[in-house]
C-alpha cells in the first residue's frame, strides 16, 4: 500500500537485523489488504495474497520462526475462507458495518447480517414557525415557499455531520423524516417539521440509524457527501455522549 511498513524483498534482512538485539523479538507479520472490499476487482488483492505466501515460505526456508500471521481485515474475512491465518483484524465489521456496497451485498446474499453497533441521537431544542419567503441559515440558501413549520436540532458539522448535507439529508422525528433546510450550521440544523404531527420540544431525534419503520445509515450519509462509512462514523466527535446498552 506504499504505507509504513517492510518491504517484502527485505523481509529476512530486516528480521536478521533486529534478532541481534537481544531485547526484541519478533512475534508477527501483517500485512493490510487494499481492495478486499473490492470483490469485482480481485487482481491487486489476489497479488498480495500471493505476495504474503511468498513471504511465509522464504521465511521457513531460512529457518525464521514468525509465530503469528495476519492479514484480514474485514473485506478479506467477510469474503474469503483462506486468509485467517491465526489472528484476524475485523475493522469497521466489529461496529455492524459493511466494509463496502459490493462485499454487503455478497455477504446478505449468503446470509452474513450485520447489525450497526450505534445510534446518533439528539433532542428538538425549538419549534418555531417561519413565514412565506423567509431565509434559512448561512448564505440564505433556502427559502420558504409556504409558511413553514421548523424544528431546531442541537447537532452540527463540530460534532462532526458534514455541511455537504446541507439542503439533502434528512433526521428523523416521530418516525417521519424532516429535511434539512439550509445549511448545516457549527452546532444547528434547520429541519422541516411540517408533516409532523404534535412535535414538541425535547421529541428524540435520531441523525444516525432507526426510528419507527424508517432508518437513516450510515451509507445513506456517506452517499450524500461523496465518501465512505467509515468517514461517516470515525468524525463523530469524542464530546458527543456515549451510552453503552
Same mark, same amino acid.
Given at each position: 500500500m506504499g504505507r509504513?511498513?517492510?518491504?517484502?524483498?527485505?523481509?529476512?534482512?530486516?528480521?536478521?537485523?533486529?534478532? /541481534?538485539?537481544?531485547? @526484541?523479538? %519478533? &512475534?508477527?507479520?501483517?500485512?493490510?489488504?487494499?481492495?478486499?472490499?473490492?470483490?469485482?476487482? #480481485? *487482481?491487486?488483492?489476489?497479488?498480495?495474497?500471493?505476495?504474503?505466501?511468498?513471504?511465509?515460505?522464504?521465511?521457513?526456508?531460512?529457518?525464521?520462526?514468525?509465530?503469528?500471521?495476519?492479514?484480514?481485515?474485514?473485506?478479506?474475512?467477510?469474503?474469503?475462507?483462506?486468509?485467517?491465518?491465526?489472528?484476524?483484524?475485523?475493522?469497521?465489521?466489529?461496529?455492524?458495518?459493511?466494509?463496502?456496497?459490493?462485499?454487503?451485498?455478497?455477504?446478505?446474499?449468503?446470509?452474513?447480517?450485520?447489525?450497526?453497533?450505534?445510534?446518533?441521537?439528539? /433532542?428538538?431544542?425549538? @419549534?418555531? %414557525? &417561519?413565514?412565506?419567503?423567509?431565509?434559512?441559515?448561512?448564505?440564505?440558501?433556502?427559502?420558504? #415557499? *409556504?409558511?413553514?413549520?421548523?424544528?431546531?436540532?442541537?447537532?452540527?458539522?463540530?460534532?462532526?455531520?458534514?455541511?455537504?448535507?446541507?439542503?439533502?439529508?434528512?433526521?428523523?422525528?416521530?418516525?417521519?423524516?424532516?429535511?434539512?433546510?439550509g445549511r448545516v450550521?457549527?452546532?444547528?440544523?434547520?429541519?422541516?417539521?411540517?408533516?409532523?404531527?404534535?412535535?414538541?420540544?425535547?421529541?428524540?431525534?435520531?441523525?444516525?440509524?432507526?426510528?419507527?419503520?424508517?432508518?437513516?445509515?450510515?451509507?445513506?450519509?456517506?452517499?450524500?457527501? /461523496?465518501?465512505?462509512?467509515?468517514? %461517516?462514523?470515525?468524525?463523530?466527535?469524542?464530546?458527543?455522549?456515549?451510552?453503552f446498552k
Amino acid at each position: 500500500m506504499g504505507r509504513q511498513g517492510v518491504l517484502p524483498s527485505d523481509i529476512v534482512k530486516f528480521i536478521r537485523f533486529v534478532k /541481534k538485539h537481544k531485547h @526484541i523479538n %519478533v &512475534l508477527s507479520i501483517a500485512t493490510h489488504f487494499a481492495t478486499s472490499d473490492e470483490p469485482e476487482n #480481485k *487482481k491487486y488483492f489476489l497479488n498480495q495474497k500471493q505476495t504474503l505466501k511468498k513471504i511465509i515460505n522464504e521465511l521457513k526456508k531460512n529457518n525464521i520462526n514468525i509465530s503469528i500471521y495476519q492479514c484480514d481485515n474485514s473485506g478479506a474475512l467477510l469474503l474469503n475462507n483462506d486468509t485467517h491465518y491465526n489472528l484476524i483484524r475485523p475493522g469497521i465489521s466489529i461496529y455492524g458495518f459493511y466494509p463496502s456496497e459490493s462485499v454487503r451485498k455478497i455477504c446478505q446474499k449468503n446470509n452474513i447480517f450485520l447489525k450497526p453497533s450505534l445510534t446518533l441521537k439528539t /433532542k428538538v431544542a425549538q @419549534i418555531k %414557525v &417561519l413565514q412565506k419567503g423567509s431565509y434559512i441559515s448561512y448564505g440564505a440558501t433556502f427559502k420558504t #415557499k *409556504k409558511k413553514t413549520r421548523v424544528a431546531i436540532i442541537p447537532i452540527g458539522y463540530y460534532d462532526g455531520l458534514d455541511r455537504k448535507l446541507s439542503n439533502k439529508e434528512s433526521v428523523l422525528i416521530r418516525g417521519k423524516r424532516a429535511r434539512i433546510l439550509g445549511r448545516v450550521c457549527m452546532n444547528i440544523l434547520i429541519v422541516d417539521a411540517s408533516n409532523i404531527k404534535n412535535i414538541k420540544q425535547e421529541d428524540e431525534v435520531v441523525v444516525i440509524e432507526k426510528q419507527g419503520n424508517l432508518e437513516i445509515t450510515a451509507e445513506e450519509i456517506a452517499k450524500q457527501t /461523496k465518501t465512505i462509512n467509515y468517514e %461517516v462514523i470515525t468524525r463523530l466527535r469524542e464530546s458527543i455522549k456515549r451510552i453503552f446498552k
